[in-house]
């Protein structure tokens, strides 16, 4: 079963956040979120406060198969500012493995140089955080190891994108069947 850690600060975008812990889950994907803050307790952009399931100072990230930054504001810059998140990330990176981040938090990956040569996406007005990639525009951007999304709307697809990458295709069309997804897309 692959595994997943997912970095948690004050200031997260609430569904970027929770619909990729949720979608992963329900394609049984192991899925910890990770407080950043020292404290168990992590307060959304909205004020919605959440439980992480770990705190960074008591994780060890050398079994992830995939390190997840959601969006949000301060949420993202306060990933940014976090040294031990960044060194995570590019002992990650350095292992050839899966990176994702969403809305403003590709601005911590841009700042590292992970995204130099890539295609990616973001929320529109942080295309400049981006340094040395190729804006793409689009819900959610995959290139090698590194998958970027554009912001709350694309929580879903981005989500399921990156259960089809753990799991398979076929994984991740039945959980969005089962959550109506594909009915939804079909609506005009």
């Known amino acids: 079963m692959a595994k997943v850690y997912q970095f948690m600060a004050n ?14 889950r329900r394609g ?9 803050t020292g404290e168990s307790v992590v307060e959304s952009a ?12 008591d994780a060890d990230f050398s079994d992830a198969d995939l390190l997840m930054l959601p969006g949000g504001m301060p949420g993202a810059t306060n990933l940014n500012g976090h040294e031990g998140v960044k060194g995570a990330l590019l002992a ?14 590709p601005l911590v990956l841009g700042g590292l140089g992970l995204l130099r040569g890539k295609r990616a996406t973001c ?8 340094e ?3 804006y793409t525009a689009e819900l959610y951007t995959v290139d090698g190891n590194i998958t970027t999304g554009e912001g709350p709307a694309a ?19 039945s959980v969005a069947e089962g959550m109506r997804y594909v009915h939804l897309m079909e609506r005009k």
């Open 132 to 134: 040395g990639a190729e």
């Open 92 to 105: 990650q990176h350095k292992a050839g493995k899966k990176i994702a981040a969403i809305c403003a938090a």
């Open 155 to 173: 929580a879903l697809p981005y989500a399921y994108t990156l259960l089809a990458a753990l799991t398979d295709k076929e994984t991740a069309d």
């Open 28 to 36: 049984g994907v192991e899925i910890l979120t990770v407080s950043i």
């Open 123 to 130: 929320y529109p007005g942080f295309e400049d955080t981006l």
């Open 46 to 57: 909205h004020g919605v406060r959440i439980q992480a399931d770990m705190v960074f100072e």
């Open 11 to 24: 200031g997260f975008e609430d569904i970027e956040a929770l619909i990729p812990v949720d979608v992963l």
